[in-house]
Nanobody, 124 residues
Framework: QVQLVESGGGSVQAGGSLTLSCAAT????????MGWFRQAPGKEREGVAGIYTGGGRMYYVDSVKGRFTISQDNAKNTLYLQMNGLKPEDTAIYYC?????????????????WGQGTQVTVSS
């Protein structure tokens, strides 16, 4: 079992920055793949950024490359998402999720563990 608790969402103007945090507890095996997903109203949930916690390799969806940075603090069991250059189209509920080996960032349904989500709103 894994428990994930997100924090750090909020409202910003376009061009602004936010940092999301995800505090994780539970099975290390089930936290091999940790990622950030988002879901905007009327849209499907999509993988935004992910990290292979064992080796540190990272994934980003094309729309956030160069603007978002995923990182982890193993001592604190915390995952972060630094979001810079925010755009109105980044507005969504952001979720932290984890699973065991076999990271499939494009398929949220494969992730069994989810946080409660945190709202990010970017105004123009």
């Amino acid at each position: 079992q894994v428990q994930l608790v997100e924090s750090g969402g909020g409202s910003v103007q376009a061009g602004g920055s936010l940092t999301l945090s995800c505090a994780a507890t539970g099975s290390t095996y089930s936290r091999y793949c940790m990622g950030w997903f988002r879901q905007a109203p009327g849209k499907e949930r999509e993988g935004v950024a992910g990290i292979y916690t064992g080796g540190g390799r990272m994934y980003y969806v094309d729309s956030v490359k160069g603007r978002f940075t995923i990182s982890q603090d193993n001592a604190k069991n915390t995952l972060y998402l630094q979001m810079n250059g925010l755009k109105p189209e980044d507005t969504a509920i952001y979720y932290c999720a984890s699973k065991g080996p076999g990271c499939t960032w494009a398929d949220p349904a494969n992730f069994p563990y989810w946080g409660q989500g945190t709202q990010v709103t970017v105004s123009s």
